[in-house]
């Protein structure tokens, strides 16, 4: 029997602001590698990379006498705000001292966000979705694409760092979404569905 109020879950999805707080889902960072870095120690530097977004810091291992280090490490950030930027910053490791910064770079998840929005599937294998050129205004150091791969939304970046001499650092961004959000849909068939015979006299 239905009961004569309706369920308050079906009455209205919640609104885009009250979701705010919520974790959206994880973003995948592959830190593949840096070009051309500064040089920290006598000849050469012993880089990583920290990557930071709000509150969340993350790092990747240190490769001893490198300037150009093939991490090819993934930093998975949890994001609830895509707006937030996310910073970049390479350092080289110095075990008897301060490790010395080797450059920042700043940039941020909007276009990648735009892209997952459509609600995209079965793409050719290496359709361009979108295009971000370098500005004053961003790291870039070329075009940036968002682009359709092995089934996936992937964006790769070339950043250009700052506040160095020279040195650049290849990423990729990748999406993760999380399980929890689908399990709604599935909700199992109630036990009082069942409904008593009636007896008419
Ligand atoms: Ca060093």
Redesign the pocket.
């Known amino acids: 029997m239905d009961s004569p109020t309706s369920s308050p879950r079906l009455s209205k999805p919640p609104s885009k602001t009250a979701n705010m707080d919520h974790l959206l889902g994880l973003l995948r960072i592959r830190v593949k590698r840096g070009v051309n870095l500064a040089v920290?120690?006598v000849r050469?530097?012993?880089p990583y990379v920290v990557v930071k977004m709000g509150k969340q810091k993350l790092k990747t291992r240190v490769i001893?006498k490198d300037v150009n280090p093939e991490w090819n490490e993934d930093l998975t950030l949890s994001v609830s705000d895509p707006s937030h930027p996310i910073k970049l910053t390479v350092y080289?490791?110095?075990?008897f001292s301060m490790?010395?910064k080797m450059g920042d770079a700043e940039f941020d998840m909007k276009a990648f966000v735009e892209a997952l929005k459509m609600k995209l599937d079965g793409l050719p294998n290496g359709t361009i979705i979108t295009r971000v050129p370098p500005l004053r205004t961003n790291c870039l150091s070329e075009e940036s694409c968002v682009m359709w791969k092995d089934g996936k939304i992937i964006q790769d970046m070339c950043l250009r760092l700052r506040n160095v001499e020279c040195g650049e650092v290849e990423i990729q961004l990748q999406w993760i979404d999380l399980p929890g959000s689908k399990e709604q849909n599935q909700r199992k068939p109630s036990v009082h569905s069942r409904c008593d015979k009636q007896h008419f006299v």
């Open positions: 920290r120690d050469t530097s012993d001893n080289d490791h110095d075990m490790d010395d």
